[in-house]
């Protein structure tokens, strides 16, 4: 879905820009829906795999990662999303993801951690309310509140993913 996505986002094709915001807001909705769906439904139903912890989380990080890179270049945003947040949330995904690859040489898979669910969370939150760009006092400090939990988010749960399996190091 994410083409589709950014396709309606940054090339809405005679649609009304705002219209178009709210279609990729809803799309965006439904990806990250159905990768909450896809986690439980593999969890409640015991099918739970390696390939699934690893996919997932990978998942999870194009679809926002898209979305950030995405916002920073839309003039028209109400509450504007800093590059420098991106930066830092996605030189947060790259360490993880290098980290992850050293685990699974050692045959260590990790999954994701409270931390890191709640950072998604958040994340997936503050693009929903950046995609919708609502011109309102109470959504736009929503908007800055969430940029901000998020970059915070992203930091928190990388050094508690990395000191939790700090014997990955170690080998």
Known sequence: ????????????LGIDRQIARYIAAVIFCIASFTDCLDGFIAR???????????MDP???KLLVC???????????A?????????????AREFIITGFRTIAAEQNIVIAAGVWGKLKTIC????????LLNIDN???IAIGN???YASLVLAIVSAVDYVFRNKQVLMN
């Open 137 to 139: 006092i109470y959504i």
């Open 78 to 90: 109400v509450v504007p999303l800093p590059s420098i947040v991106v930066i830092v949330i996605i």
């Open 123 to 130: 994340q997936m939150l503050m693009l929903i309310v950046l």
């Open 58 to 60: 990978l998942a999870d």
């Open 66 to 76: 898209s979305a950030m890179i995405a916002l920073i270049g839309i003039e028209d």
């Open 1 to 12: 879905m994410i083409p589709v996505f950014l396709l309606v986002l940054l090339c809405p």
């Open 44 to 54: 409640k139903y015991n099918m739970v795999t390696n390939f699934g912890k690893f």
């Open 145 to 147: 509140i969430l940029i």
